[in-house]
C-alpha cells in the first residue's frame, strides 16, 4: 500500500519478470478512494489479496485484453461495496458511470499505453512450427531445405519440452512461444555441444531455430528472438588426417583403377567422372537430360538447370554451361548421349528418392558400397560430394581465378565488382581452365 502525491491512498501490485516478458503491464495501481489511512489499510487486505487471486490464475491462455477487462471489472465490483469516499476528495474519485470500464484501475504509466498494442497471440510451439513449415512450402525453397528445417526446429522443440525447469515455471507441458527466453535458448545450446555433431551442423541447427523464431516475431507470436545472439562460437581447427573434403590422387587411383568401379554400371561411372572433370554436384549429374549434353559456341558443353519437370537445382547460381573436359570427350561422353537419346527421357537411370526427391541418394549408396568393396572404411573416406571438392581444389592449386571457378562450379561470385558488373565467362575461356586439370590416373 502506498500513498500519492493528493494523500488518497492506493494499492499496488507488481508482476512477475515473466508474465512482463509476454507484455502484461509492470504492474497495477488500484485508488482506495479515500485518505484516511486505517480505512485504507482495511481495503487494501481486500483489494491486494483479489488482485493476487487473479494474477495467479493467469496460464499460458491468458489473453492479455482478457486479463486487464478482467481486473476492470473485479476491482470496480469490489470499491462498489466500499463506504463513501471522505467528502474532501468526492470531486477528484467519484467513480464515472459507465457500463464500460474507463481503466479506474491504473497502470504503471510507462506500460499503460502499450500493453494492448503487446499483446500477443497463444500459440503453442508445435502449433507454430507447423504453420511455419506451411509458410516455407509456399516459397521457392528445395523440400530437402524444408526438411532440415523441420528436424531441426523439432529437435529443439523436444529438447526445450524435456526441461523441467518450464514445466515449473509455466505449470504447463503445452509450451508456447512466447515462453521461450534466452535463458533457454543458450541452455539449448549448451546442450546441442555435448551430442556430438560437428561444427558445421550445430551452427545449421541454430540457424535454423533462429529462422523460426525470427518467423515467429514477424507472425507476432513473441516479442523478441532468443535466439538472436546465440552462436556455436569459434569453430575448432580440424586435425590434417581430419580434413578429409577431397580426394587424394592415390585415394582416386585406387578407385577407378579397381575391379569393383571397372564392372559397375555405365550409369555410375559417368556420373562419377561428371563431377570429377567437371565439378557438379551429385545431384545435378544424375538429374541430366540427354538434351542437357548440347553445343555452345561449337564447344560441347554441360546444361546445368531446372527446366525439365522433376529438375531442381540447389539455388540460382546453379544454373549454368560447363564445357566438357577432353577427358570424358575421350572417353566417349557424347557417342553415350547420342545413344541415350533415342531411348531415354533421363541421360541416366537415378530416379529422385523420398519427399525431398533425392537425386543422389541412390547413387551416393553405391559409392559407400564400392568403398567398402575396396577397403575403405567407413567415417575414414572421403564422399561422393568430395568429389566436386576435389574439382574445385585443383583449381585452386593450379591459381585459377575464383570468379572463374565460382562460374564453373555454381557458386555466387564472391567479387562484388565482378557479380554486379561482370558478364559470365565465355565456354572458350572456360574450357581452357577446365581442361588444365589432370589427375594423373
Known amino acids: 500500500m502506498s500513498r500519492a502525491p493528493n494523500n488518497v491512498y492506493f494499492t499496488r501490485i507488481c508482476l512477475a519478470k515473466y508474465l512482463r516478458d509476454k507484455g502484461f503491464p509492470f504492474d497495477i495501481k488500484v485508488s482506495l478512494l479515500t485518505r484516511d489511512r486505517a480505512e485504507a489499510v482495511i481495503r487494501n487486505i481486500d483489494v491486494a489479496g483479489t488482485l493476487k487471486k487473479i494474477i495467479k490464475s493467469i496460464d499460458h491462455q491468458t489473453r492479455i485484453n482478457d486479463f486487464i477487462r478482467y481486473v476492470d471489472e ?40 502499450t500493453a494492448v498494442a503487446q499483446a500477443k497471440p497463444v500459440i503453442g510451439l508445435n502449433e507454430a512450427l507447423s504453420a511455419f513449415i506451411i509458410s516455407k512450402q509456399k516459397s521457392a525453397i528445395r523440400p530437402l531445405s524444408i526438411k532440415q528445417l523441420e528436424q531441426r526446429t523439432r529437435h529443439f522443440i523436444d529438447t526445450v519440452s524435456s526441461k ?17 527466453t534466452s535463458a533457454d535458448a543458450m541452455t539449448y545450446r549448451d546442450a546441442l555441444l555435448t551430442q556430438g555433431r560437428s561444427y558445421k551442423s550445430n551452427k545449421e541447427y541454430l540457424a535454423a531455430i533462429f529462422q523460426f523464431f525470427k518467423w515467429c516475431q ?6 523478441h528472438n532468443p535466439f538472436e545472439s546465440v552462436t556455436v562460437g569459434q569453430k575448432p581447427k580440424a586435425k590434417p588426417n581430419q580434413a578429409r573434403d577431397r580426394w587424394t590422387h592415390i585415394e582416386l587411383k585406387r578407385l577407378l583403377r579397381s575391379s569393383s568401379f571397372k564392372v559397375s554400371t555405365t550409369d555410375f561411372k559417368w556420373v562419377t567422372r561428371l563431377m570429377l572433370y567437371g ?3 551429385p545431384s545435378e549429374a544424375c538429374q541430366l537430360k540427354p538434351g542437357d549434353i548440347k553445343l555452345i559456341d561449337g564447344i560441347h ?33 557424347i557417342a553415350f548421349v547420342e545413344q541415350r ?23 551416393c549408396k553405391q559409392l559407400a558400397k564400392l568403398q567398402t568393396e575396396i577397403g575403405m572404411l567407413a ?35 564472391p567479387n562484388i565488382t565482378f557479380s554486379r558488373y561482370g558478364k559470365d565467362i565465355n565456354v572458350a575461356a572456360l574450357l581452357k581452365d577446365i581442361e588444365r586439370i589432370d589427375y594423373q590416373i
Open 74 to 113: 473485479v476491482i470496480n465490483h469490489l470499491r462498489a461495496q466500499f463506504d463513501a469516499a471522505d467528502p474532501d476528495i468526492t470531486s477528484n474519485i467519484t467513480p464515472k458511470p459507465h457500463s464500460i470500464p474507463i481503466r479506474e484501475t491504473k497502470l504503471s504509466q510507462h506500460r499503460e499505453t
Open 164 to 180: 523441467s525447469i518450464l514445466k515449473t515455471k509455466f505449470k504447463t507441458d503445452d509450451k508456447c512461444v512466447h515462453d521461450i
Open 218 to 223: 514477424l507472425m507476432n507470436y513473441c516479442n
Open 279 to 281: 565439378g557438379l554436384r
Open 301 to 333: 558443353c554441360i546444361s546445368i538447370d531446372d527446366s525439365g519437370a522433376v529438375q531442381r537445382l540447389k539455388n540460382i547460381n546453379a544454373k549454368r554451361d560447363v564445357p566438357i573436359h577432353k577427358c570424358l570427350l575421350e572417353l566417349g561422353i
Open 341 to 363: 537419346k533415342s531411348t531415354h527421357t533421363q541421360l541416366f537411370d537415378y530416379k529422385p528418392v523420398g519427399i525431398i526427391e533425392d537425386w543422389s541418394k541412390t547413387y
Open 379 to 413: 567415417n575414414q573416406r572421403p564422399t561422393a560430394y568430395g568429389l566436386r571438392h576435389t574439382f574445385i581444389d585443383e583449381m585452386k592449386q593450379l591459381d585459377i581465378s575464383e570468379h572463374i571457378v565460382a562460374q564453373i562450379v555454381g557458386h555466387a561470385n
